[in-house]
């Protein structure tokens, strides 16, 4: 789906934080959670989650753009967070990973991440944003249709 850029009225507010490489592990535990058990689980384990944001961060997915991601911490434990990079082949941002802990879903988080987000990246210069999303995924079809996302090519997953 892509997303042209306007500026975001963000209707809640949570203090948010920038994306830093020492959030690794905790990003981790939070992909592992968000995922475990939904229609993008393929089984993969902890460490499996650990080696996607290692991914992530070192640009398996485009050079990783810590200034436009964005995390919402309670205590120990990242409830929310908004992963961004840069991605060569629509030339521009890319949503890499959004998720949000379960128990926290359904609250509006994720959609104040990725509207911070936009905003960040317009005041960036940005005037696109990219991402993939499955097919039957639809809490998150229906967040980014919400948002002014419009579909693109189908990608098949091998």
């Not at 939070?30 to 902890?46: N, Q, S």
């Not at 030339?91 to 890499?96: L, N, Y």
Request: hydrophobic content about 40%.
């Amino acid at each position: 789906m892509s997303l042209s850029l306007s500026r975001q009225e963000l209707r809640a507010s949570w203090t948010c934080d920038t994306v830093r490489l020492e959030d690794a592990e905790d990003l981790a535990i939070l992909l592992y959670a968000a995922y475990r058990g939904t229609i993008d689980d393929d089984g993969e384990t902890f460490a499996d989650a650990q080696a996607e944001i290692a991914k992530t961060f070192s640009g398996a997915y485009g050079r990783f753009l810590p200034e436009a991601s964005f995390l919402i911490r309670e205590g120990e434990f990242i409830l929310s967070a908004c992963l961004i990079s840069w991605y060569e082949p629509t030339q521009s941002p890319f949503v890499v990973f959004m998720m949000t802990r379960p128990e926290f879903k359904g609250r509006g988080i994720g959609r104040f991440l990725l509207q911070t987000a936009i905003n960040r990246l317009l005041d960036m210069g940005h005037s696109t944003l990219s991402l993939i999303v499955t097919d039957g995924n639809l809490h998150a079809q229906q967040l980014y249709r919400n948002l002014g996302f419009t579909p693109m090519e189908t990608v098949k997953d091998d």
